[in-house]
């Protein structure tokens, strides 16, 4: 899998705080593109769709719409590999990381990895481990309409499927950290800043 070293990902659970997180490393970095998964295009509104309930499909199905978008995400106009090498930083909300970590819940791991493997790896990604407890406070307090997702016995589930995820790709190149997203939203950035210059980012 190649690496797009202008790429920078950040991933958590449902709840951790990673669009928080995305917006205020996109206010700290110059000349960055902010971007996110699912997208705002077609594809993407047709998955928002289906995990906000108002579509029910095969988890099948789920799995390669999630691909087709990250497809277009990628090689489309105005695009991650477009904004990369015109020289922007791109900082993006969820990635191939999500879907092995969620579509594995009902497909087998390699079957997913299969529907990602030709797709760019970031240049590192920022795993945003809120625990399973705080991230279920936050999505109550949000909204009391669940996603598919959103079940405390389901997210646990999905932390296990992201260690098994992060631990694969580390044979693939993967440049992984990891923060204790319990933490307050300022600790949070100043650790990712820390990342940064150490990637001689900023």
């Known amino acids: 899998m190649k690496i797009e070293k202008n790429f920078i990902v950040i991933e958590g659970l449902d709840g951790s705080g990673t669009s928080t997180q995305v917006k205020l490393l996109a ?4 000349n960055s593109f ?23 499909i095969n988890y099948i199905t789920l799995a390669y719409l999630f691909a087709a978008d ?3 995400h990628l090689y489309g106009k ?3 590999i477009e904004k990369c090498s015109e020289g922007k930083i791109v900082i993006c909300d969820r990635y191939l990381f999500s879907s092995l970590a969620y579509q594995s819940l009902n497909m087998d791991f390699e079957k997913v990895f299969e529907l990602n493997k030709d797709f760019v790896l970031p240049r ?16 109550q307090k ?22 098994k995820t992060f631990n694969f790709l580390k044979d693939y190149g993967l440049n992984y950290y990891e923060i204790n997203g319990d933490k ?4 949070i950035l100043d650790m990712e800043l820390d990342i940064l210059k150490k990637e001689n980012i900023l």
């Open 142 to 163: 949000r909204t009391n309409d669940r996603e598919i997702f959103e079940e405390e016995g389901i997210q646990r589930q999905i932390l296990e499927n992201y260690r």
């Open 34 to 56: 902010m971007t996110y998964e699912p997208t705002d295009n077609e594809i993407g509104r047709i998955i928002r769709k289906i995990l906000r309930k108002e579509i029910s």
């Open 27 to 30: 206010e700290n970095i110059p």
């Open 78 to 80: 105005n695009g991650i």
């Open 124 to 139: 590192f990604v920022i795993f945003l481990n809120t625990s399973v407890y705080e991230c279920m406070k936050r999505i």
């Open 70 to 72: 990250r497809a277009e």
């Open 184 to 187: 307050g939203i300022k600790e």
